[in-house]
């Protein structure tokens, strides 16, 4: 996970407007309108990492209510979308989605075969397989 971390921040993008670090309360707050818990390595994870820039792939945020990376609209549009309703969204990739179950395994969602195509076992091993090869 350190070495993900570091990796992350090391490769974080400068930008004019960056992002910010989400707070706990902000982490609450997007649970209660998702009505789902976000399972516990997502939730350090996006308070570890919820302020990155990288690549092509754009993790779900919690901070800003108005980004396209809102995690209460990423997870409506998914939802919507036809992606099983106890699965949470990392981040959307065309037609399919990165998911997190309640226990930690990271899927590839595909909204064309309505199932998942690849698994993760921890958001960190995706981050370094997917995200930091973007």
């Given at each position: 996970m350190e070495d993900v971390l570091q990796k992350l921040r090391e490769s974080n993008a400068r930008v004019v407007v960056p992002l910010e670090l989400p707070t706990e309360d902000q982490l609450v707050e997007v649970e209660e309108e998702i009505l789902i818990s976000i399972p516990f390595e997502?939730?350090?994870f996006m308070l570890k990492t919820g302020d990155v820039i990288y690549g092509s792939v754009e993790p779900v945020t919690a901070a800003d209510p108005q980004s396209h990376t809102y995690l209460p609209e990423v997870a409506a549009n998914a939802w919507a979308d036809?992606?099983?309703?106890?699965?949470v969204p990392i981040c959307v990739d065309g037609d399919q989605y990165y998911?997190?179950?309640?226990?930690?395994?990271?899927?590839?969602?595909?909204?064309?075969?309505d199932a998942a195509t690849e698994e993760w076992s921890s958001i960190w091993h995706w981050a370094r397989d997917v995200w930091l090869e973007s």
């Amino acid at each position: 996970m350190e070495d993900v971390l570091q990796k992350l921040r090391e490769s974080n993008a400068r930008v004019v407007v960056p992002l910010e670090l989400p707070t706990e309360d902000q982490l609450v707050e997007v649970e209660e309108e998702i009505l789902i818990s976000i399972p516990f390595e997502m939730r350090e994870f996006m308070l570890k990492t919820g302020d990155v820039i990288y690549g092509s792939v754009e993790p779900v945020t919690a901070a800003d209510p108005q980004s396209h990376t809102y995690l209460p609209e990423v997870a409506a549009n998914a939802w919507a979308d036809g992606v099983p309703r106890e699965y949470v969204p990392i981040c959307v990739d065309g037609d399919q989605y990165y998911v997190i179950t309640q226990e930690g395994e990271v899927l590839l969602w595909s909204i064309e075969e309505d199932a998942a195509t690849e698994e993760w076992s921890s958001i960190w091993h995706w981050a370094r397989d997917v995200w930091l090869e973007s």
